[in-house]
Protein backbone atom coordinates (compact mmCIF):
# COMPACT_ATOMS: atom_id res chain seq x y z
CA UNK A 1 0.00 0.00 0.00
CA UNK A 2 1.35 3.63 -1.03
CA UNK A 3 2.88 6.06 1.82
CA UNK A 4 -0.36 8.32 1.48
CA UNK A 5 -3.39 5.92 2.26
CA UNK A 6 -6.36 7.70 1.61
CA UNK A 7 -9.20 6.32 4.35
CA UNK A 8 -13.28 6.64 4.74
CA UNK A 9 -15.35 6.58 7.55
CA UNK A 10 -18.68 5.19 7.09
CA UNK A 11 -21.09 6.37 9.70
CA UNK A 12 -24.86 4.56 9.00
CA UNK A 13 -27.40 7.88 10.19
CA UNK A 14 -30.72 7.94 11.61
CA UNK A 15 -32.06 10.98 13.20
CA UNK A 16 -28.06 11.65 14.90
CA UNK A 17 -28.17 15.52 14.82
CA UNK A 18 -27.10 15.57 18.91
CA UNK A 19 -24.45 13.26 18.52
CA UNK A 20 -22.65 14.17 15.11
CA UNK A 21 -21.04 17.35 15.87
CA UNK A 22 -18.87 15.01 18.54
CA UNK A 23 -18.72 12.46 15.80
CA UNK A 24 -17.55 14.49 13.35
CA UNK A 25 -14.84 16.09 15.06
CA UNK A 26 -13.35 12.97 15.95
CA UNK A 27 -12.69 11.39 12.66
CA UNK A 28 -8.98 12.13 12.59
CA UNK A 29 -8.02 14.58 9.84
CA UNK A 30 -7.28 14.22 6.66
CA UNK A 31 -10.27 11.21 6.70
CA UNK A 32 -13.39 11.61 4.68
CA UNK A 33 -16.44 11.30 7.11
CA UNK A 34 -19.24 9.45 4.89
CA UNK A 35 -22.52 10.22 6.67
CA UNK A 36 -25.32 7.45 5.41
CA UNK A 37 -28.42 9.22 5.82
CA UNK A 38 -30.48 5.92 6.54
CA UNK A 39 -34.22 8.62 6.89
CA UNK A 40 -33.04 11.28 9.70
CA UNK A 41 -36.00 13.42 10.03
CA UNK A 42 -34.16 15.39 12.51
CA UNK A 43 -31.67 17.68 10.02
CA UNK A 44 -29.00 15.21 10.33
CA UNK A 45 -28.36 15.09 6.47
CA UNK A 46 -27.89 18.49 6.34
CA UNK A 47 -25.93 19.37 10.24
CA UNK A 48 -22.99 16.40 8.66
CA UNK A 49 -22.93 18.22 5.24
CA UNK A 50 -22.64 21.76 7.38
CA UNK A 51 -19.99 20.04 9.83
CA UNK A 52 -17.81 18.88 6.30
CA UNK A 53 -19.13 15.37 5.75
CA UNK A 54 -19.99 13.89 2.54
CA UNK A 55 -23.45 12.50 2.87
CA UNK A 56 -25.31 9.65 0.67
CA UNK A 57 -28.74 9.02 1.35
CA UNK A 58 -29.43 5.19 1.58
CA UNK A 59 -33.64 4.82 1.47
CA UNK A 60 -33.82 1.03 2.38
CA UNK A 61 -33.97 0.66 5.99
CA UNK A 62 -31.46 -0.76 8.54
CA UNK A 63 -27.64 -0.80 9.83
CA UNK A 64 -26.70 -3.33 6.75
CA UNK A 65 -28.51 -1.10 3.84
CA UNK A 66 -26.30 1.82 5.51
CA UNK A 67 -22.93 0.17 5.18
CA UNK A 68 -23.18 -1.18 2.35
CA UNK A 69 -24.55 2.19 0.41
CA UNK A 70 -21.38 3.79 1.96
CA UNK A 71 -19.12 0.69 1.00
CA UNK A 72 -20.57 1.46 -2.44
CA UNK A 73 -19.90 5.16 -2.49
CA UNK A 74 -16.30 4.93 -0.87
CA UNK A 75 -13.27 5.69 -3.17
CA UNK A 76 -10.56 5.05 -0.53
CA UNK A 77 -7.76 2.44 -0.19
CA UNK A 78 -9.32 2.00 3.45
CA UNK A 79 -13.13 2.21 4.75
CA UNK A 80 -14.07 2.31 8.78
CA UNK A 81 -17.43 1.66 9.38
CA UNK A 82 -18.06 3.31 12.92
CA UNK A 83 -21.56 4.04 15.05
CA UNK A 84 -22.56 7.32 14.59
CA UNK A 85 -24.24 7.93 17.91
CA UNK A 86 -20.99 8.69 19.93
CA UNK A 87 -20.82 5.11 21.52
CA UNK A 88 -17.64 4.90 20.12
CA UNK A 89 -14.70 7.34 19.33
CA UNK A 90 -13.99 7.75 15.47
CA UNK A 91 -10.36 9.11 16.92
CA UNK A 92 -9.26 5.08 18.29
CA UNK A 93 -9.92 4.14 14.10
CA UNK A 94 -6.48 5.62 13.95
CA UNK A 95 -4.33 2.46 15.34
CA UNK A 96 -6.55 0.12 13.55
CA UNK A 97 -5.93 1.58 10.37
CA UNK A 98 -2.33 1.83 10.95
CA UNK A 99 -2.36 -2.16 10.60
CA UNK A 100 -3.60 -2.04 7.26
CA UNK A 101 -1.32 0.53 6.06
CA UNK A 102 1.57 -1.17 7.49
CA UNK A 103 0.35 -4.14 5.52
CA UNK A 104 -0.03 -5.88 8.51
CA UNK A 105 -3.38 -6.73 8.50
CA UNK A 106 -5.81 -6.85 5.11
CA UNK A 107 -8.85 -6.63 8.00
CA UNK A 108 -8.94 -5.52 11.48
CA UNK A 109 -12.57 -5.73 13.82
CA UNK A 110 -13.04 -4.14 16.89
CA UNK A 111 -15.80 -4.84 19.91
CA UNK A 112 -16.85 -3.23 23.17
CA UNK A 113 -16.07 -4.95 26.35
CA UNK A 114 -17.57 -4.41 29.56
CA UNK A 115 -14.88 -3.03 31.99
CA UNK A 116 -15.32 -4.91 35.32
CA UNK A 117 -18.71 -6.42 36.65
CA UNK A 118 -22.10 -5.40 35.83
CA UNK A 119 -23.78 -3.98 33.03
CA UNK A 120 -22.44 -3.34 29.40
CA UNK A 121 -21.51 0.16 27.95
CA UNK A 122 -24.51 1.77 27.20
CA UNK A 123 -25.40 0.68 23.09
CA UNK A 124 -22.82 -1.99 23.31
Do not use: K, Q, Y
Not at 65 to 86: K, N, R, T, Y
Not at 91 to 111: K, M, N, P, Y
Request: with cysteine.
Amino acid sequence: MSETVTVDVVLPCLNEAEALPWVLSRIPAGWRALVVDNGSTDGSADLARSLGASVVREPRRGFGAACHAGLLASEADVVCFCDCDASLDPGLLAGLVAAVAAGEADLVLGRRRPRGRGAWPAHA
